[in-house]
């Protein structure tokens, strides 16, 4: 009789250090709710459509000095991300040549993307990362994966590199705008790496997250849809 | 009271002493990251969120607790059961996970570390599991054997059984 009385004792012991534990530690974030709203996209203006009155969400023409591709700067002094620097041929490349298609005739209204999007709310979204408007983040936590081909422009931010205090996090949280859209992907379909990232930075204040539900296996069997590979995002 | 022989003792004490410092290993490397382990356990798409928080913090301090006094040889019997318990769970998990074909990139079993199988659970994780589960029955059955505080507590009887304080003797 003593030994299930122990047991049951030990299991009480451990349930009040979790409760006391629970209770120092820093919230966790298990799912992280919907995306804010987010600020409007601004198309650059070789790519925007013809004359109309600007709606929310709809493609305007930038303002002066807004989508530089200047070098980053410290995300205190800035309103937009740095946009990812592109490579040269010599080095790791898009393999897919294809460029990116301007917008198709369905709308988007980024202002009511929801925590999941699919292909075409996502290519439609790749179109705005060279102006530093959106940031793709590719979640997967196999850096060979990452190196075999990843959408151009994301850059690899794993949760397990937040949890190993990674240098490139510290980087990210010092160059890029917690107020600015991101888009963030796995391999698709059942992997939890896009939602763990996505609360990882939902933690740290970024609350403009979307996930691209079907991920990187869907994303390459689309036509026309780039894929860089190499570890340069 | 049964008088176990002394290489069943001496096996007894090595079960004690491996598997609590693996749990109370294991329970250190969750320790360094809780996150993470909450991550772990949502994958394995078995808990609803609330208990998911609650496991992520309860798991490694239950582990903890029973490690040490299984290497202390402490309450060792129960502490032995609670290791069934603990043991019993993860099999579950592991083989459902398996069976339902979800996709869990890590175990989590270890932490990062993985200890002798890494990567998604798998068979290599059943059978690590299944030998520190017999392990645990071991202790259970015959009590902390050589070296443990009980025997200087409570006898050669580790405490729980009869002829222990309060169990009269057969």
């Known amino acids: ?21 629970s209770w120092v530690h820093a919230p966790l974030t298990l799912r992280a709710p919907e995306p804010d709203v987010g600020k409007p996209l601004e198309l650059p203006p070789q790519q925007t459509p013809g004359d109309g009155p600007a709606q929310a969400g709809d493609i305007r023409e930038p303002e002066p000095g807004r989508g530089s591709k200047a070098v980053p700067e410290p995300r205190e002094t800035q309103g937009q991300n740095p946009a990812p620097e592109r490579t040269t041929p010599d080095e790791p490349r898009v393999t897919d040549q294809a460029p990116v298609q301007p917008p198709s005739p369905r709308a988007f209204d980024v202002l009511t993307f929801g925590k999941f999007i699919d292909f075409d709310q996502t290519k439609y979204l790749l179109q705005f990362v060279d102006s530093g408007q959106v940031t793709f983040i590719d979640a997967r936590h196999d850096q060979a994966a990452y190196e075999a081909g990843h959408i151009p422009g994301a850059i690899r931010l794993s949760a397990d590199m937040f949890d190993n205090a990674d240098a490139k996090v510290d980087e990210f949280i010092n160059f890029y705008d917690p107020s600015a859209r991101y888009v963030i992907y796995c391999t698709g379909g059942d992997c939890d790496e ?40 | ?13 090595v079960c004690r002493v491996v598997v609590g410092g693996l749990m109370a290993y294991a329970a250190y490397l969750k320790f360094q990251g809780i996150p993470a382990f909450a991550d772990g356990i949502k994958a394995f798409k078995i808990l609803p969120d609330h208990l998911v928080y609650v496991s992520a913090f309860a798991f490694p301090w239950i582990e903890a607790i029973a490690g040490v006094l299984l290497v202390l040889g402490l309450w060792t019997r129960g502490a032995a059961l609670v290791c069934v318990g603990l043991l019993g ?23 990062k570390t993985g200890f002798l199988c890494s990567g998604p659970p798998s068979w290599c994780h059943v059978a690590q599991d299944v030998i520190l589960l017999s392990m645990s029955l071991v202790v259970c059955v015959v009590g902390c054997g050589f070296g443990g505080v009980d025997r200087v507590l409570y006898g050669r009887s580790g405490g729980s059984g009869p002829g222990a304080a309060g169990v009269p003797a057969a």
Request: charge should be positive.
């Open chain 1, 194 to 233: 896009s939602e763990n990232t996505r609360n990882r930075l939902y933690e740290r204040g970024y609350t403009v997250t979307h996930i691209y539900k079907n991920g990187w296996d869907e994303w390459v069997t689309k036509a026309g849809a780039p894929v860089m590979t190499g570890d340069q995002p």
């Open chain 2, 1 to 13: 009271m049964r008088q176990h022989k002394p290489s069943v003792r001496g096996l007894a004490m």
């Open chain 1, 1 to 21: 009789m003593l030994m299930p009385m122990r047991a049951l004792a030990i299991v009480g012991l451990g349930l009040t250090g979790a409760l006391v534990h």
């Open chain 2, 89 to 111: 769970a993860f099999l579950f998990a592991i083989i459902s996970v398996m069976v339902r074909g979800v996709v869990v990139t890590e175990c989590s079993c270890f932490g």
